[in-house]
């Protein structure tokens, strides 16, 4: 957090959704054929005027009913008159020295949320958020401190892949030669909230993203963290199908109880038992375990080796989080000589054991450090803000 703050601080105004009118992103196309017909378009044409919206805002990236040139112009009107087409509204865009990107944005309430974009070589991961807050209270999470306050619709959930991809130019434009890289190559469902408390409106935003007439990113390119949810998790792999990673965090449950307290509700074995069982896991499609590494509570090398015991049979990566720290956190963050001799005995275990390198440290994108901290940077960013 020493690293100098070279901030793009500035405000995108933009309406709020005009009220009472539902908004198109975020249906599922089941969803949007039975709105469009409700609002007066034959049956017969119903699936077909599906494939042309759905392709004007997911693959052109138009919100904008008029721009829909290939509908006649009644159709247009029919429309607008009916329905809205939403995203989420960027109240600050802060840009790290690293290049990470986090927006916070606003949704309906006046609630905010963040959205962080981590450019790398190879890929460029967003980190989207489901939940205002969260219900679970895992005591080294900054999020966990804040209470729930809603979850997100799905049109919100989608909403925010669609404003970063706005921000960062990337719809494709028409005439020009495609662009075979992408941007935002890989989505993580890892900013606030416990996505699998938020199941249904989660599992139709990614059926939006995944679509492939649209932002078509494949399932794999989604990794969905949770806390431990054991009801929700084969619900994932059939409804979802994409990655999924798993707040581990400790190998005790004495320990787990205190960092991750659903481990009192669905403990460890608990937990492994419905990995193990999680349906279509492979070698290329293994689960990660994440694992935060906080100074001497959960980082010992015997740590190390009861972990590697508890995930034999699974095909498992492990994920190890330096801690990150935030005002008033109990813990430290690990040394790192202890985090990477930990990584080692992961390592010659047999599995991947890579250390996550905090992005966005300068701007307090990193891992649970949303929100709360936003609430403060902006205090003292609003002086150099820039309205527009
Ligand atoms: N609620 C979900 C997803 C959001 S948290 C979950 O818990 O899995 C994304 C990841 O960041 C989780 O692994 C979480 O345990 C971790 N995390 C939370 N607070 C952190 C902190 N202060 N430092 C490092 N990692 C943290
Ligand atoms: Fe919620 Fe995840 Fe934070 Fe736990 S780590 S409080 S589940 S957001």
Redesign the pocket.
Known sequence: MTAPITQDVLTIPRKLPEGGKPNLVGMTRDQMRAALIEAGTAEKQAKMRVGQVWQWVYHWGVRDFEAMTNLAKDYRALLAQHFVLEVPEVVTKQVSTDGTRKYLVRIAGGHEVEVVYIPETDRGTLCIS?QVG?T?T?S?????TQKLVRNLTAAEIVGQVMLARDDLNEWPVQGAPKNETRLVSNIV???????LYNFENVRDAMKVVMDGEGIALGRRRITL???GVVPEIARTAEEIGCLL???F?ATTDEVRDQL?PINKKWNIATLLEALKAYPGLTNSERITF?Y?MLDHVNDSKEDAYRLVELLRGIPAKVNL??????PG?PYKRSSGNRIHAFADIIYQAGYSSPIRTPRGEDIMA????LKSATEKQRKSATKTTVQG
């Open positions: 489901s969260c679970l895992c080294f999470c900054h999020t966990g469902l890892m900013g606030m909230g416990e996505p963290s949770t806390s990673a798993v707040s965090h991750v994440e935060v989080i330096p801690f990150n720290e935030w956190a990193a891992c649970g450090q």
